[in-house]
């Protein structure tokens, strides 16, 4: 296998990188999902998401707002309503989430196949 120039391989690394700050961490992927498939209020997307913590959300909200893949909106009602939507380009995450979603089932597959045929036999 040929070895890539410095620059070359830290240009190719570059999108990844960029990628990877903006959905780093358990949780953003998670919320995106939640509010794509329907959960705009805080408390849905927080009932949703099992083990996040309502400062987290928050914090990962107003992040995924800022990356303009979220909408927040509040409507001025009694009480106040804010509601959170997916922007158009959070569509752009679809093939993402599906190949992360097929790689993450084939890969319990293979840990779950690997558990069971390491398993000591009994005599």
Not at 23 to 30: E, F, I, N, V
Not at 40 to 46: K, S
Not at 77 to 98: G, R
Request: charged share 30%.
């Amino acid at each position: 296998m040929k070895q890539r120039p410095h620059s070359e391989c830290q240009s190719a690394l570059l999108p990844i990188r960029d990628a990877l700050e903006v959905l780093s961490g358990k949780w953003k992927l998670q919320i995106i999902i939640s509010i794509t498939t329907g959960n705009q209020r805080f408390r849905e997307i927080e009932r949703s998401i099992p083990g996040i913590t309502s400062k987290v959300l928050a914090k990962e909200l107003k992040d995924l707002e800022e990356h303009q893949l979220i909408k927040r909106t509040v409507h001025d009602t009694i009480p106040v309503a804010v509601l959170y939507t997916p922007e158009p380009y959070a569509c752009s995450l679809d093939n993402v989430i599906k190949a992360l979603h097929e790689w993450g089932t084939g890969h319990r597959k293979k840990i779950i196949q690997r558990e069971t045929t390491e398993l000591p036999t009994r005599e």
